[in-house]
Nanobody, 127 residues
Framework: QVQLVDSGGASVQAGGSLILSCTTSGRTFYYRAAAWFRQAPGKEREFVAR??????????LYAESVKGRFTISRDRSWNAAYLQLNNMMPEDTAVYYCAAAGPNGFPVDDRRAYAYWGQGTQVTVAS
């Protein structure tokens, strides 16, 4: 059973930075793409970023709302993924969830593409 543990959430001022971490075991992120989603109060959970391994290296994908500000990465133990959040804005306030890819057939920005989830970590950005 794959288990993911999210951490690193905090309250920051607009313009600030954070690093979120997602830890697992069993080289999960060698076998499965890693992604981050977020859910703001009263809103649907939305895709933030994904990193996938292919023959040429890693492929990264970002939501338009975070492109150029957030960076997803993995370490080479394949047991941790990270989300670097820079130039944060109040609209980035949400619970952030790490995910590991599951069955194929769904778009990579669709939550149904992911079989395993972290418990979430709260990020609050004050204006």
């Amino acid at each position: 059973q794959v288990q993911l543990v999210d951490s690193g959430g905090a309250s920051v001022q607009a313009g600030g930075s954070l690093i979120l971490s997602c830890t697992t075991s069993g080289r999960t992120f060698y076998y499965r793409a890693a992604a981050w989603f977020r859910q703001a109060p009263g809103k649907e959970r939305e895709f933030v970023a994904r990193i996938d391994r292919d023959r040429d290296g890693d492929t990264e994908l970002y939501a338009e709302s975070v492109k150029g500000r957030f960076t997803i990465s993995r370490d080479r133990s394949w047991n941790a993924a990270y989300l670097q959040l820079n130039n944060m804005m109040p609209e980035d306030t949400a619970v952030y969830y790490c995910a590991a890819a599951g069955p194929n057939g769904f778009p990579v920005d669709d939550r149904r593409a992911y079989a395993y989830w972290g418990q979430g970590t709260q990020v609050t950005v004050a204006s």
